[in-house]
């Protein structure tokens, strides 16, 4: 149980261009989504969290305008890189939660990897 | 803050051999601690978590781990690893529920033959 399914799993695209990373909870019902940020041979740092039905809540220093968040629905989460560009290239991972309860972990998706040319 | 360290970068075992990676955090409140397992390319994988109870806790693929609150220390612990337990393994704190993660940098774990 517990499936999280993020899409795509890389992409690779001109500086410029807006990408879109769906994050989806596939057997369970998301109510929190969060979204970071790994660099190569780096921790993962939280870039936002989301909740269904509300605005995203960023961490000190993400550019909100940059990295447009979207949680719909209880069980998918969008993450638009708006007009990326080279430094914006790096892993990302989505989690998801159930989060009626505050003792449940945090579910990973596989991640994507991002490549701005 | 909250912040997590993880102060061994790198670690080599023989495969066979027992397993500690040490874990050290800082939380104000009584921390939701976890340890997750990528592999290359890879999302994460929960190993285990720690919320309260018992401090010896016992996850996936045989590991488990300590919650030592005197030390702010959560090692885990494997008696025996296989080569596929190579992997990059991270520590993480949180305030539970809608908290995001602070993880640790991590360790590389090689398996030696």
């Known amino acids: 149980g517990a499936v999280v399914s993020q899409h795509p799993s890389r992409v690779i695209c001109k500086s410029g261009t807006s990408v879109k990373i769906e994050c989806r909870s596939l057997d369970f019902q998301a109510t929190t989504m969060f979204w970071y940020r790994q660099f190569p041979k780096q921790s993962l740092m939280l870039m936002a969290t989301s909740n269904e039905g509300s605005k995203a809540t960023y961490e000190q220093g993400v550019e909100k305008d940059k990295f447009l968040i979207n949680h719909a629905s209880l069980t998918l989460s969008t993450l638009t890189v708006t007009s990326a560009h080279p430094e914006d290239s790096s892993f990302y991972i989505c989690?998801?939660?159930?989060?009626?309860?505050?003792?449940?972990?945090?579910?990973f998706g596989d991640g994507t990897r991002l490549s701005i040319l | 803050a909250q912040s997590v360290t993880q102060p061994d970068i790198h670690i080599t075992v023989s495969e066979g051999a027992s397993l500690e990676l040490r874990c050290n955090y800082s939380?104000?409140?009584?921390?939701?601690l976890f340890w997750y397992v990528q592999s290359p390319g890879q999302g994460l994988q929960l190993l285990l978590k720690y919320f309260s109870g018992d401090t010896l806790v016992q996850g996936i693929k045989g590991f488990e781990a300590e919650f030592k609150r005197s030390q702010s220390s959560f090692n885990l612990r494997k008696p025996s690893v296989h080569w596929s337990d190579a992997a990059e393994y991270f520590c993480?704190?949180?305030?539970?529920?809608?908290?995001?993660?602070?993880f640790g940098k991590g360790t590389h774990l090689i398996i030696q033959p």
């Open positions: 993480a704190v949180s305030g539970g529920g809608a908290d995001g993660l602070t």
């Open positions: 939380y104000g409140a009584t921390p939701y």
């Open positions: 989690s998801a939660s159930w989060t009626a309860y505050s003792n449940q972990p945090q579910h």
